[in-house]
């Protein structure tokens, strides 16, 4: 699980994990992690009310201000939280009458979540893109056919205004966080006007409905039951033996499961501080991310890998930025996609020369309907690709399923269902699992996983690869499309920003890449050519039939588009609606004579 360094290890203060491991005569492996879990709060609200009184000046939330930061502590959030509760509730929102969220990470956006939470209302915070001029219309239209909210909160009602004039919200009160128009309620207003509300929320009510990615479909509504939120807070603190309060500097959305529980809610739940970070992993918005790391020394990172990525070049560059980065972290995340190996080793290389210790590298694993998380990794590691193993009072099953083990999962933190209210008619919808569910009651999540060590199966779980992203090739090759995504990005050496893997039913595989503009300049379009040819040559050359092999690549002239979902809000590509949006490219990839710009590295069959 590490590799050999005469660098000391900086403690992650993990806990002891309590593995309990079955082999079942049909093949199934059933792994659960019996280790002590503290009884979580009771709701989302709950844990507010407790570090109010416990600690009424630790910080609970900042975000940029000017050139400083302004900071909110629990108590102070808690009387606003209060307060904002009694006004939305005076403008229709509670039980069964959702409170639709369409804005960026912010104080106020946390503020008027937990104060509709705090009524037993569920919130439904949708991505930011669904918002901008110039969105595609149906995206929002979608979500609102989901959940058929009772109240709007923009951050910023004029930006939204194209948004804002959809059917389907006519004559709903909103909520302006800044722009309000004639008839908004601004929220410096219901801040100040807004009348203290008692928490209603109860633990089977539910808390959030969280959209899934839609990679393989429309997106689903997932009900996230406080219980659900509460529990899988309580799993991931369970797995530190840390009595200390984590202190974060985060930009993962909130429209997503890991942004909005697995880090402003885990952070809440253990009295954390957490830093907005408005900056995104993609060029020319990265520069904010690194403007605030400059700044706040956090004690565990987490980025997509299109922002780690992105980071390795800027800590090699930066010994001042790579001194406060790795002053006081214990550990280093990563999720939401596949990380380059050759990533994960630089980043290390620069913490062993600038600290002199060797700070373990953590994953997790799961979805929104888990969660999201339902394993992690909860020991030191210096490798991608780990799953992790279960997190405390969480069992998985590996289910043999055409040669491979289909991941399961079972645990309090699993969501009951997809809602879906228009569906329903007059009727309360009721959140359904769709035949997710096994026979056992565990949770299928259509991907597959391995042992690490089949021998020894407390080594860890590594992914291997989504089941309905892998495909077969004209000759009946199978490709694992993830695995082999993350192994050209890692041949290449940061070349790339990311891949898009194509060539279902193709006589070969090919690669579609978006690049990096600052190393497009620096390196050269003949430059990175050659850099990119050579990388996939000796991934070739190692690879051992042709289903790990790239026939064909294509560096792409643009970047991936938000507006269209290509690029999501978590930063990683939608694998499925970038290969649907360039048909063009596609053919070019794959033409029997291909242009000068397609880098051939195999020759097809009849071309």
Same mark, same amino acid.
């Given at each position: 699980?590490?590799?050999?360094?005469?660098?000391?290890?900086?403690?992650?203060?993990f806990?002891k994990?309590?593995?309990?491991?079955?082999?079942?005569?049909?093949?199934?492996?059933?792994?659960?992690?019996?280790?002590?879990?503290?009884q979580?709060?009771?709701?989302?609200?709950?844990a507010?009310?407790?570090?109010?009184?416990?600690?009424?000046?630790?910080?609970w939330l900042?975000?940029?201000s000017?050139?400083?930061?302004?900071?909110?502590?629990?108590?102070?959030?808690?009387?606003a939280?209060?307060?904002?509760?009694?006004?939305?509730?005076?403008?229709g929102?509670?039980?069964?009458?959702?409170?639709?969220?369409?804005?960026?990470?912010?104080?106020?956006? &946390?503020?008027?979540?937990? #104060?509709?939470?705090?009524?037993?209302?569920?919130?439904?915070?949708?991505?930011?893109?669904?918002?901008?001029?110039? =969105?595609d219309?149906s995206?929002?239209?979608?979500?609102?056919?989901?959940?058929?909210?009772?109240?709007?909160?923009?951050?910023? =009602?004029?930006?939204?205004?194209?948004?804002?004039?959809?059917?389907?919200?006519?004559?709903?009160?909103?909520?302006?966080?800044?722009? #309000?128009?004639?008839?908004?309620?601004?929220?410096?207003?219901?801040?100040?006007?807004?009348?203290?509300?008692?928490?209603?929320?109860?633990?089977?009510?539910?808390?959030?409905f969280?959209?899934?990615?839609?990679?393989?479909?429309?997106?689903?509504?997932?009900?996230?039951?406080?219980?659900?939120?509460?529990?899988?807070?309580?799993?991931?603190? &369970?797995?530190?033996?840390?009595?200390?309060?984590?202190v974060?500097?985060?930009?993962?959305?909130?429209?997503?499961?890991?942004?909005?529980?697995s880090?402003?809610?885990?952070?809440?739940?253990?009295?954390?501080?957490?830093y907005?970070?408005?900056g995104?992993?993609?060029?020319?918005?990265?520069?904010?991310t690194?403007?605030?790391?400059?700044?706040?020394?956090a004690?565990?990172?987490?980025?997509?890998?299109?922002?780690?990525?992105?980071?390795?070049?800027?800590?090699e !560059?930066?010994?001042g930025?790579?001194?406060t980065?790795?002053?006081?972290a214990?550990?280093?995340?990563?999720?939401?996609a596949?990380?380059?190996?050759?990533?994960?080793?630089r980043?290390? #290389?620069?913490?062993?020369?600038?600290?002199?210790?060797?700070?373990?590298?953590?994953?997790?694993?799961?979805?929104?309907?888990?969660?999201?998380?339902?394993?992690n990794?909860?020991?030191?590691?210096?490798?991608?690709?780990?799953?992790?193993?279960?997190?405390?009072?969480?069992?998985?099953?590996?289910?043999p399923?055409?040669?491979?083990?289909?991941?399961?999962?079972?645990?309090?933190?699993?969501?009951?269902?997809?809602?879906?209210a228009?569906?329903?008619?007059?009727?309360?919808?009721?959140?359904?699992?769709g035949?997710?569910?096994?026979?056992?009651?565990?949770y299928?999540?259509?991907?597959?996983?391995?042992p690490?060590?089949?021998?020894?199966?407390?080594?860890?779980?590594?992914?291997?690869?989504?089941?309905?992203?892998?495909?077969?090739?004209?000759?009946?090759?199978?490709?694992?499309?993830?695995?082999? !995504?993350?192994?050209?990005?890692?041949?290449?050496?940061?070349?790339?920003?990311?891949?898009?893997?194509?060539?279902?039913?193709?006589?070969?595989?090919?690669?579609?890449?978006?690049?990096?503009?600052?190393?497009r300049?620096?390196?050269?379009?003949?430059?990175l050519?050659?850099?990119?040819?050579?990388?996939?040559?000796?991934?070739?050359?190692?690879?051992?039939?042709?289903?790990?092999?790239?026939?064909?690549?294509?560096?792409?002239?643009? &970047?991936?588009?938000?507006?269209?979902?290509?690029?999501?809000?978590?930063?990683?590509?939608?694998?499925?609606?970038?290969?649907?949006?360039?048909?063009?490219?596609?053919?070019?990839?794959?033409?029997?004579?291909?242009?000068?710009?397609?880098?051939?590295?195999?020759v097809?069959?009849?071309?």
């Amino acid at each position: 699980m590490s590799r050999p360094a005469a660098f000391p290890l900086r403690d992650p203060r993990f806990a002891k994990p309590v593995y309990a491991i079955e082999r079942r005569a049909d093949g199934a492996i059933v792994i659960a992690n019996n280790a002590p879990l503290p009884q979580p709060f009771a709701t989302t609200n709950a844990a507010l009310d407790h570090w109010a009184a416990a600690k009424p000046g630790g910080l609970w939330l900042a975000e940029r201000s000017g050139d400083g930061w302004r900071r909110l502590g629990f108590g102070e959030g808690h009387e606003a939280v209060q307060a904002l509760a009694g006004a939305l509730e005076g403008l229709g929102v509670g039980p069964g009458r959702p409170l639709l969220i369409l804005a960026r990470n912010s104080i106020g956006h &946390a503020l008027v979540a937990y #104060a509709a939470m705090r009524l037993g209302a569920a919130i439904a915070p949708v991505s930011p893109q669904y918002g901008q001029k110039g =969105a595609d219309p149906s995206r929002l239209a979608h979500a609102i056919a989901l959940v058929r909210p009772a109240c709007v909160y923009v951050d910023d =009602a004029a930006a939204c205004a194209e948004a804002l004039a959809a059917p389907a919200l006519a004559g709903l009160p909103v909520v302006a966080g800044a722009g #309000a128009r004639p008839g908004d309620h601004p929220l410096e207003v219901l801040l100040r006007e807004g009348r203290a509300a008692a928490n209603q929320a109860q633990p089977d009510q539910i808390a959030k409905f969280l959209l899934t990615s839609g990679s393989t479909g429309r997106p689903k509504a997932v009900a996230c039951l406080h219980a659900n939120v509460v529990s899988n807070a309580a799993q991931i603190a &369970a797995c530190y033996d840390d009595p200390d309060s984590p202190v974060m500097v985060n930009s993962a959305p909130w429209s997503h499961s890991m942004g909005a529980n697995s880090i402003l809610h885990m952070l809440l739940h253990r009295g954390g501080g957490l830093y907005i970070d408005a900056g995104q992993p993609v060029p020319g918005r990265f520069d904010e991310t690194l403007r605030n790391l400059r700044e706040v020394a956090a004690t565990s990172h987490y980025l997509v890998p299109a922002g780690w990525n992105l980071l390795a070049g800027e800590l090699e !560059r930066d010994e001042g930025l790579a001194r406060t980065f790795f002053s006081r972290a214990r550990v280093l995340q990563f999720g939401s996609a596949g990380l380059a190996q050759s990533v994960l080793d630089r980043v290390i #290389a620069v913490a062993e020369k600038t600290v002199g210790e060797r700070i373990s590298f953590a994953t997790g694993y799961g979805s929104t309907e888990t969660g999201p998380t339902a394993c992690n990794v909860h020991w030191p590691n210096f490798t991608t690709g780990m799953c992790g193993m279960p997190v405390p009072g969480t069992t998985v099953k590996l289910a043999p399923q055409d040669g491979k083990y289909e991941i399961r999962v079972r645990g309090p933190q699993v969501s009951p269902g997809y809602y879906d209210a228009s569906r329903a008619g007059d009727q309360p919808a009721q959140p359904d699992p769709g035949g997710s569910i096994d026979e056992e009651g565990f949770y299928r999540l259509g991907d597959a996983g391995k042992p690490v060590d089949p021998e020894r199966l407390e080594a860890g779980l590594a992914f291997d690869g989504r089941l309905v992203e892998n495909f077969k090739l004209a000759t009946g090759a199978f490709v694992t499309a993830g695995a082999l !995504r993350l192994m050209a990005l890692s041949a290449i050496g940061g070349a790339a920003l990311d891949a898009v893997v194509c060539g279902e039913g193709r006589e070969g595989v090919g690669l579609m890449l978006f690049i990096d503009p600052a190393v497009r300049v620096r390196q050269g379009e003949a430059g990175l050519r050659v850099a990119i040819e050579a990388g996939l040559a000796r991934l070739n050359a190692e690879a051992k039939g042709i289903g790990g092999r790239i026939a064909r690549a294509l560096i792409l002239p643009d &970047a991936p588009d938000p507006l269209s979902g290509e690029l999501t809000d978590k930063g990683y590509i939608n694998q499925a609606l970038a290969r649907a949006r360039r048909p063009a490219e596609m053919e070019r990839l794959f033409a029997s004579e291909p242009d000068a710009e397609v880098i051939a590295l195999d020759v097809f069959a009849g071309a």
